[in-house]
């Protein structure tokens, strides 16, 4: 079954079905922007189908990410687990060890389950179900977690449990605080130590304090902990594994990473080195001698708090958990044979295959960067290394810098000034800012990404820069309320590739360019020529001719706001001076060149 596009229309997935597997299926945006092959595409055959449901795909279709069937991604995963086991390792410690899950829910390359491991004869794996997560977001009081971040949540759970059963483990689930339910399990199960993935933002770090101290007052007698030497209470260790570069390997402190992404990277590239995954035996038993009474049941959506949004039902359905995680990097890299064409297909919107859509996993931790940065020296070990190969690890790198640029910056890349304090006047309009949230600005290219967010949980980077673009630059609204939108939102909702992306969009990050204005009608013409994108997620803009779909004017509704630069008669001239190829790809790809040596498109 590999490689069926799940689509919901009958008739296509009729003929789907009947392909056999090494039957290279054109994807969404191959249809619209093929690629150049690379030689070793020519393994694979490329399918002239006929098809005009997968040529055309229809407005409803819906399409699961990634294309694996269940048992096939849970084939990959035990396959990958196999190679990153090990039999050599040993345990050295004694006792009970708690791994806390965090933001790193898997097994592979997972730093906090080796140490647990590794430092004692029995682990036992805990999940908290913080109920702050699921409250408001600061400034604006939006949801916290949205329900379709829920759902993938509640998948990654319960891939996690089967994960770590199969391994001689479980997994507690619990509903409650950290710093309560943590000593609580400490006691009763007499652990010495609790080891969990060190966070760096301050609402995380806040609770790593909260459950510290609480740790503090619960005393284990002496016979209980791992030698008569150790403390008398249980201790919680943080460990680094959220990047691809450890933190400890960098050629500077971390509190003084360099501000310009460029300097960082290339420091990072001369100097430091990328670490192995670690890896432990496929038998991580076994589970403390006290048994466990109630695991506790994986949540359901409204079980959390949440209205249970209605399913998917168009674009991008996200399957959470590390089996599909590992499964996506096998479809993507080797199955479809994407890797080597990723750096020029990288900025479209349409689709699930323009770029690797690793970042849902890498947000929950279901996958660690390390893990991709090994499969793409496998890669270009055994089919080929170009550009496109180390363009992944480049923007990996981007995810890096966030997540340092939050040490070094705190709680400024949550405010309004950002890490540069920057004063300005800003609009929080409630009708302006509900138009974009809604998709109902007037312009489709807005519009469709916006619908795009709401219906699946995910926006391509693409549509991420100009939607904010739009309302910071065109709208005038306070970057937070964007910002706090996506935080509810964004399956891959990652607090420092969030607001650390917003707030360089906003111009109050460090980017040494302060004016990212993205023109919306040149982002049209390069990137959704022939409205394909619009059309897909804007119904009603389907019968329009191409070229005006994104331009309907009057046959639209009304725009809320002019653009603040390049109007309709400066548009004309750049529609025809621009269309989507790699290299025009390369240009814009962050922020429009145009509007780089004037500041401004016009
Ligand atoms: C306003 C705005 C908000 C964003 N919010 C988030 C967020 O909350 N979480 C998040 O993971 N990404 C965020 N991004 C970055 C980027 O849009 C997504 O990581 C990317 O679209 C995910 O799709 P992909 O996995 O197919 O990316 P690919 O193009 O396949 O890139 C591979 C990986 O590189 C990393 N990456 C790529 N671009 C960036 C970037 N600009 N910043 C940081 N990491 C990057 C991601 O981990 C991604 O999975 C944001 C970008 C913007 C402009
Ligand atoms: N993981 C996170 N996700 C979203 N927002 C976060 C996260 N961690 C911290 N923040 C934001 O950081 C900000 C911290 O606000 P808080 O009032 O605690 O500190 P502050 O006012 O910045 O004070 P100080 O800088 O003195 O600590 C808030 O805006 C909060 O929403």
């Known amino acids: 079954m590999a490689g ?88 050295k410690g004694t006792g009970t060890a708690i791994v806390w899950f965090r933001y790193d829910l898997r097994v592979l390359d997972n730093e906090a389950l080796y140490k647990a491991w590794v430092s004692s004869e029995s682990v ?23 329900a379709l971040r829920a759902q993938f949540l509640v998948e990654c759970l319960a891939d996690l449990r089967k994960n770590l ?44 304090k909260l459950v510290s101290r609480a740790l503090e007052k619960i005393s284990l007698t002496t016979t209980m ?7 008398k209470n249980p201790t919680l260790r943080l460990v680094w594994g959220s990047t691809m570069y450890h933190k400890d390997d960098l ?28 890896k432990l035996p496929m038998s991580l038993a076994p589970l403390p001698p006290v048994a466990v009474e109630d ?22 359905r996200f399957v959470g958990g590390e089996s599909a995680a590992i499964g996506r990097v096998h479809e993507y890299f080797w199955q479809k044979d994407l890797l080597c064409v990723y750096k020029e297909t ?5 689709g699930s295959d323009y770029s690797t859509k690793f970042s849902p996993w890498l947000a929950s931790g279901c996958i660690s960067p390390r893990f991709i940065h090994d499969e793409v020296k496998r890669y270009e070990m055994e089919r080929l290394a170009n550009a496109s190969t180390y363009w992944v690890l480049f923007e990996l790198l981007w995810r890096d810098y966030f997540r340092f640029i939050s040490i070094r910056h705190g709680n400024s890349i949550f405010q309004l000034g950002g890490p540069r304090r920057v004063e300005k006047r800003w609009s929080q309009d409630q009708k302006l800012f509900e138009s974009w949230r809604d998709g109902c600005t007037g312009y489709p290219l807005i519009d469709a990404n916006m619908k795009e967010l709401s219906a699946t949980g995910f926006m391509s980077n693409r549509g991420r820069q100009i939607v904010c673009s739009f309302l910071v630059r065109d709208m005038g609204i306070d970057w937070r309320m964007g910002a706090e939108w996506f935080e509810t939102c964004l399956l891959d909702y990652d607090p420092c590739s969030n607001y650390g992306n917003w707030t360089y969009g906003a111009g109050v990050g460090n980017d040494p360019r302060e004016d990212r ?25 389907q019968n329009l001719p191409k070229e005006s779909r994104n331009f309907p004017g009057k046959l639209y509704i009304n725009q809320v706001v002019p653009l603040k630069f390049g109007g309709k008669s400066n548009y004309k001239s750049h529609a025809q001076a621009t269309t989507y190829n790699g290299r025009q790809q390369q240009q814009n790809s962050r922020g429009d060149r145009a509007t780089r040596g004037n500041k401004r498109w016009n």
Not at 124 to 146: A, E, I
Request: charged share 20%.
């Open 165 to 208: 059963t199969k391994r001689g483990l479980n997994l507690v689930i619990r509903h409650g605080k950290p710093e309560e339910i943590l000593p609580a399990l400490a006691k009763q199960f007499s652990a010495h130590t609790i080891y969990a993935q060190k966070e760096t933002c301050s609402e995380e770090l806040r609770v790593e």
């Open 124 to 146: 036992l794996p805990v999940y908290c179900l913080d109920p702050r997560h699921f409250q408001s977001t600061h400034f604006f009081g939006f949801p916290k977690t949205g």
């Open 295 to 316: 695991w506790g049941s994986i949540p359901t959506v409204d079980g959390l708090g949440l209205q249970p949004q209605q399913q998917v039902s168009k674009g991008m």
């Open 225 to 231: 902990m791992a030698s008569s030497s150790a403390p």
């Open 346 to 350: 990288r900025n479209g919107m349409l």
């Open 517 to 541: 204005y993205f023109s919306i009608p040149k982002q049209a013409q390069t990137y959704d020529a022939e409205g394909e994108y619009v059309s897909y997620w804007l119904p009603q803009l």
């Open 4 to 91: 069926i596009l799940r689509f919901s229309s009958s008739n296509s997935s009729l003929l789907l079905k009947q392909l056999p597997i090494n039957t290279r299926i054109p994807s969404f945006s191959n249809f619209l922007h093929p690629p150049k092959l690379c030689f070793s595409h020519f393994r694979c055959i490329t399918m002239a189908t006929s098809s005009s449901s997968t040529k055309n795909p229809s407005s409803t279709a819906t399409f699961q990410v990634p294309e694996l069937a269940a048992d096939e991604m849970e084939r990959m995963a035990e396959q990958t687990f196999q190679r990153y086991s090990s039999n050599t390792i040993k345990r």
């Open 251 to 278: 050629p500077f402190d971390a509190r003084s990473v360099p501000d310009v992404y460029t300097e960082f990277r290339k420091s990072v590239e001369a100097k430091s080195r990328i670490r192995q995954c670690v």
